[in-house]
């Protein structure tokens, strides 16, 4: 499975982007996509994930509201929406795949994107 993450780029604050996370591989309806980030010197940050079959989404507490996680597995693609961004979502925004169920733990997602680096500038 290899991925590649898209969308990053420079925001003022509250503006919105779209991620988007293009999959190549063969993926099941046990699989789960996940978002997470990393800021300069900090450790990689859980944002959401969904279930590829059923949609079940988690989010971080802290970003409930303002992401928006989806999926289109017609075209095995994941995406994170994110609105009102501030200043601290400034980091490098990492999709990656689960074999089975969500999870908010980056070390059992056993694929991962590039990255793809967002700025928010306050």
């Known amino acids: 499975v290899q991925l590649q993450a898209s969308g990053g780029g420079l925001v003022q604050a509250g503006g919105s982007l779209r991620l988007s996370c293009a999959i190549s591989g063969r993926l099941y309806s046990s699989h789960a996509m996940g978002w997470f980030r990393q800021a300069p010197g900090k450790k990689r940050e859980f944002v959401a994930a969904?279930?590829?079959?059923?949609?079940?989404?988690v989010y971080a507490e802290s970003l409930k509201g303002r992401f928006t996680i989806s999926r289109d597995n017609a075209a095995n693609t994941v995406s994170l929406q994110m609105n009102n961004l501030k200043s601290e979502d400034t980091a490098v925004y990492y999709c990656?795949?689960?074999?089975?169920?969500?999870?908010?733990?980056?070390?059992?997602?056993?694929?991962w994107g590039q990255g793809t680096l967002v700025t928010v500038s306050s």
């Open positions: 990656g795949v689960r074999s089975r169920g969500v999870s908010s733990i980056p070390e059992e997602y056993h694929a």
């Open positions: 969904i279930r590829r079959g059923a949609g079940t989404t």
